[in-house]
């Protein structure tokens, strides 16, 4: 039986190409891209991975139309509402990282609410990032270190790897496996800089709202051939 990863992450690439691509306008495809979130997630809860982590929104993203922007927040509200049921059903526990105090407050609720309402569930935890870099994620993991240096609670020779990943985000979860990116590009994009260091990578030419339930097994099937060694060598 090919191993399953426990933790895979996707950088869910290519929704306004693909819209332009068919003369839409690129809300369309952020539209049908929450349709692709929405059976993917189930998908990955039925196959058994214990976390999926999605590149919602990055620190980067702000930079874009204001009313882009706009539209992809109210799209997750709606989304964090509509599928509380979808997520009850499934087992499936929603959390977030980032920088959430920096959203907006009506999406801060419904994002709240909704992590109450699935707290008790769990089959897989669906991770959604928002307001989110890794580089960032990097310097508010320094800073809680810092204050507590300052304030005695850790030496600082004390430091080490360990210290600093207890201070990420989520730093309860499982390692990442594999790390997926839709529509080709073969960029990582400021994304969980510090849990891919041994994730496997894998590349897909399909744009995101293509990318369904298939799509989500033949990369499974991918990470299943990969022999993992983690700066080891295979034993014969």
């Known amino acids: 039986m090919p191993a399953l990863p426990r933790h895979v992450a996707i950088i869910m690439d290519g929704n306004g190409r693909w819209a332009e691509a068919r003369g839409l306008p690129r809300i369309k495809g952020h539209r049908s891209g929450a349709e692709s979130v929405r059976a993917v997630t189930r998908h990955a809860a039925r196959r058994g991975l ?6 919602a929104f990055s620190t980067e993203n702000w930079k874009r139309p204001a009313r882009e922007v706009t539209y992809l927040w109210r799209l997750l509200r709606r989304y964090l509402i509509e599928e509380r049921g979808e997520m009850m059903e499934n087992g499936i526990r929603l959390d977030a990282i980032g920088r ?5 407050r009506y999406v801060q609720d419904a994002l709240a609410e909704t992590k109450a309402i699935t707290a008790g569930n769990r089959k897989m935890t669906l991770c959604l990032a928002l307001n989110y870099g890794g580089r960032v994620e990097l310097v508010d ?3 809680r270190l810092a204050a507590d240096a300052v304030a005695g609670r850790i030496a600082p020779d004390a430091i080490d790897e360990a210290a600093l990943e207890a201070r990420l985000y989520q730093p309860a979860a499982p390692p990442l496996d594999l790390l997926v990116r839709t529509a080709g590009e073969q960029r990582v994009s400021n994304f969980l800089l510090w849990q891919l260091s041994y994730a496997e990578l894998c590349t897909v030419d399909t744009a995101w709202p293509d990318f369904r339930e298939d799509e989500l097994d033949a ?4 990470y299943g051939t990969r022999e ?3 700066g080891g060598l295979v034993r014969k």
Do not use: S
């Open 50 to 55: 214990e976390q999926l982590t999605l590149f």
């Open 100 to 104: 959430i105090d920096g959203i907006p």
């Open 141 to 143: 993991a320094a800073r």
């Open 219 to 222: 990369v499974l099937a991918e």
């Open 228 to 230: 993992r060694r983690f």
